[in-house]
């Protein structure tokens, strides 16, 4: 056997051993990695904070002349306190909306019912035109989402006082990790350097440069996908809260945060909420309402198509199909949230593989490949003689 064939056969065993390696041991090295994660998140979240705090840091350390430590102070102080009090009223907002929700969802369900049977009423003859087969699966279609309707309106308080217990459990936890966030962030951000310095202490120079190449590629396609999102919902949300306002439409704050979530998935938008909506408003007598929301919608589309151009790049962007099936692989694997973050893991694993991490893996690839192929030639020509 010559060397060749040898270290084909010596590759290809390796190959297929850690084929078989990843399928047994990969999910249990996926939650062991999982649960590192866990146990060291308010370390991992504070390190994520300072990075993000420490220009600012810096720049009050240089204007005021004040020493780093008493910066990282006023820097947690003012971020936290800010960012705090915003999430804590949004948060408010929205329990107290969902409170309202579970409270009247009797009469919502009562008046879900009568609106529903008002347009059946008008279609009461297209729908006797229709097919006997045709008529049942509307019926049955209509009696089983009634039906899961009702059955959330008889759910009683103890899955919530359950919750309230869990989470009055949990409380001490949660203060602990507070504390260990908050004291990582200061100690990160007074020493910064330091901490940057063990850091880079850990890995060869050559790593390093992957890995400050792998951080502008990630910064540049993740990070700027994340603030054009971000920047458009708010936009959105802003549009949506004020015209749901004006409209008088009850639990307008969680409405336009679940339309504006959802404007954010590629392939859907605002409209495949509003569009339906307003159609069921006019078909049910209410026009004003079926009216302005699309003199909403008009205006987040008009928004989008002014705001997007200005901040999305257009190498952000990612081919329509590879969008797709992330979103599609993301839903299978982790259901809706999957469809969110889908996209944005495809986008990490592009901007790795863009900072060159994956090319140890791609040459060996490429390497099985020249040898295989060679050796099919070399098969194929003793086949000849």
């Not at 003012?78 to 009469?107: C, H, Q, R």
């Not at 966030?181 to 007074?190: K, Q």
């Not at 469809?339 to 791609?362: E, H, Q």
């Amino acid at each position: 056997m010559t060397g060749k064939r040898v270290k084909l056969v010596v590759i290809s065993v390796l190959g297929v051993a850690a084929i078989v390696l990843m399928a047994v041991f990969f999910p249990k090295l996926i939650g062991l990695a999982g649960s590192v994660v866990r146990l060291f998140m308010p370390f991992i979240i504070g390190y994520l904070f300072s990075l993000l705090v420490n220009p600012l840091a810096k720049a009050l350390e240089k204007r005021f002349r004040l020493p780093r430590s008493v910066c990282a102070i006023l820097v947690i102080l003012l971020t936290v306190g800010v960012l705090g009090g915003i999430l804590t009223a949004i948060i408010m907002k929205i329990v107290d909306e969902i409170k309202s929700i579970y409270e009247n969802f009797p009469v919502i369900y009562v008046n879900m019912t009568y609106e529903w049977k008002e347009i059946s009423d008008k279609f009461a003859n297209i729908y006797a035109m229709l097919p006997s087969g045709v008529q049942e699966a509307v019926d049955n279609l209509t009696k089983n989402l009634f039906d899961s309707i009702a059955g959330l309106a008889d759910i009683e308080y103890t899955p919530i006082f359950t919750s309230a217990g869990n989470f009055a459990k949990g409380l001490p936890g949660i203060f602990i990790a507070m504390i260990a966030f908050l004291l990582s962030s200061y100690f990160m951000i007074s020493d910064s350097e330091r901490v940057s310095g063990a850091i880079n202490g850990i890995f060869s120079e050559r790593f390093r440069h992957k890995i400050e190449a792998a951080k502008i590629e990630i910064k540049k396609y993740v990070g700027g996908y994340l603030k054009a999102q971000v920047i458009i919902m708010m936009f959105t949300f802003t549009i949506l809260f004020i015209g749901l306002s004006i409209l008088g439409v009850e639990y307008a704050l969680i409405i336009a945060l679940a339309t504006a979530i959802f404007d954010a998935l590629p392939f859907f938008g605002s409209g495949a909420v509003l569009w339906p909506w307003s159609i069921v408003s006019f078909l049910s007598g209410e026009i004003r309402v079926g009216v302005g929301l699309i003199i909403i919608y008009l205006c987040v589309i008009f928004t989008r198509q002014m705001i997007e151009p200005k901040i999305v790049s257009k190498k952000i962007g990612m081919n329509p199909i590879i969008t797709l099936m992330s979103m599609y692989v993301g839903y299978k694997t982790l259901a809706i949230g999957g469809m969110i973050f889908g996209p944005l893991i495809t986008m990490f694993c592009i901007s790795l593989y863009r900072a060159g991490i994956f090319d140890g893996i791609i040459e060996f690839c490429r390497d099985i490949t020249r040898i295989i192929k060679n050796e099919a030639v070399m098969i194929k020509n003793q086949f000849k003689e």
